[in-house]
């Protein structure tokens, strides 16, 4: 019967990646591509809030170290933000640093052929990390294009650490353990992804801007798609010119976009645009449907180390309207290890909500399917997490934000993923 079952998942899984890859094919090839620009630099100081929780394990041939913490940090950050999608290529960066205090509870096993320690532990310390993010996705055409992504960081920890548990040695004698350290540690990781996509997210930001003045200043008339994106393209043509380290002159701009109105759109030079003008500094918000595949592989100096497969994935964005985004994506990976294959996806449902040009809502749900594969081929058991999430992004002024995310991992089985809430609160100052 067990055999039978692992057959079913087995074949479950592949005809599945078959259907979606056939699917998404489908949905991308029939969808028209209409495309906007949009370019931003922006540079990002201040305060973070950041809780999770953390596990990581080391492994050899006579030890193993296996450690879970509940962790809380407040950390100083600085962060660069680029992207510039065009006809040709869309194309982001980002760069984080971070430093701070932070303090954790968990427990620890650090087992051998001569020993073995449980401990309950409690630390505080420094934490610092670093990290960067680039992706590229250049268009041979309208549609077809090809991926190149790298992300890569690294954390160093100095802490104080208070242990208390039990050791066993290899005649089973049982004592008490009780240990005060000061202890470090430097974590590092990598991971790139290459392949081929077809399709088009296309960046909605100055559309969002232009369908907002056009309805607000004007109201009563009714602006074609046409005519809205003509006002969208001037914003692109202003904006694209800021340079960050001068910085941008709003009341140059804002009479900028005033004149093109008055006299290529024959209207009106609204009252008090300034204001609304230096809003409306979201993320990029997206519109259109892509599906990209290819190989990849991951780094991390504990286990697992050294992963590599393939994966293929399908975008859909929606753009309502002003106020509404809808996003929905799923991916699925093949991940090839030294030990136990697995096979995992994750589809991911959410909105955005936009009650004017000042803030951003977002919630949503993820549903993290798994089935290891054993070295032997025979398959293992099938586990599922689910991950509902909200967050908030705020704009107290031109310059200063406040963002606000929350998730709480649901899961079957520790090895899909380890359960408990997630949160960051983040003060900045961006300057772009």
């Known amino acids: 019967m067990n055999m039978i079952k692992s057959k079913i998942i087995q074949y479950f899984f592949t005809w599945f990646l078959l259907l979606l890859s056939v699917t998404v094919l489908a ?32 492994l050899t041939d006579e030890t193993r170290n296996y450690e879970e913490t509940t962790t809380g940090e407040a950390n100083f950050q600085f962060s660069s933000r680029y992207w510039k999608f065009y006809d040709y290529m869309q194309e982001r960066l980002e760069f984080n640093f971070e430093v701070g205090p932070f303090g954790g509870f968990g427990n620890w096993v650090d087992s051998s052929n001569v020993e073995n320690i449980n401990a309950d532990n409690n630390l505080f ?10 992706s590229n996705r250049y268009y041979y055409n309208q549609k077809n294009y090809t991926l190149v992504q790298i992300k890569g960081w690294a954390r160093y920890d100095w802490f104080k650490q208070n242990s208390e548990g039990t050791t066993v040695d290899s005649f089973g004698v049982s004592t008490p353990y009780i240990e005060n350290s000061a202890d470090t540690k430097f974590r590092y990781g990598f991971e790139a992804k290459a392949g081929w996509g077809w399709g088009r997210l296309n960046p909605m930001n100055n559309f969002m801007l232009s369908q907002y003045i056009l309805e607000k200043f004007y109201a009563g008339r009714n ?43 024959l209207l009106t030079v609204p009252d008090n645009l300034e204001t609304d003008w230096e809003m409306g500094e979201f993320l990029p918000r997206f519109n259109g449907n892509r599906v990209e595949g290819g190989p990849f592989f991951k ?6 180390d050294f992963i590599y497969g393939a994966f293929i994935q399908y975008e859909n964005a929606k753009y309502s309207n002003f106020n509404w985004n809808r996003n929905f994506s799923t991916n699925i990976s093949y991940n090839r290890y030294k030990r136990d294959d697995w096979v995992v996806a994750e589809l991911n449902i959410g909105w955005s909500y936009f009650p004017n040009l000042k803030k951003q809502y977002d919630f949503g749900v993820k549903y993290v399917p798994g089935v290891s594969i054993n070295n032997s081929s025979a398959t293992g058991n099938f586990n599922h997490g689910l991950v509902p999430y909200v967050g908030c992004f705020s704009q107290i002024n031109s310059k200063s934000r406040v963002e606000f995310t929350f998730a709480y991992r649901i899961s079957q089985d520790e090895k899909l993923m380890l359960p408990g ?3 960051s609160l983040s003060f900045y100052g961006s300057r772009y």
């Open 223 to 265: 602006f074609s798609d046409k005519e809205i994106r003509m006002v969208a393209a001037e914003i692109y043509n202003i904006k694209s010119r800021r340079e960050i380290i001068n910085g941008h002159n709003n009341e140059m701009e804002t009479k900028l976009i005033a004149d093109f109105l008055n006299e290529k759109m």
């Open 125 to 134: 310390g420094i934490r610092s990390r670093i990290s960067i993010d680039y």
């Open 27 to 58: 949905q991308v090839e029939s969808s028209k591509t209409d495309n906007l620009f949009y370019k931003k630099k922006e540079l990002n100081t201040g305060g973070k809030l950041r809780g999770n929780s953390e596990r990581e394990e080391f």
């Open 299 to 304: 780094y991390f100096n504990r286990e697992p």
């Open 421 to 423: 809430p997630e949160f």
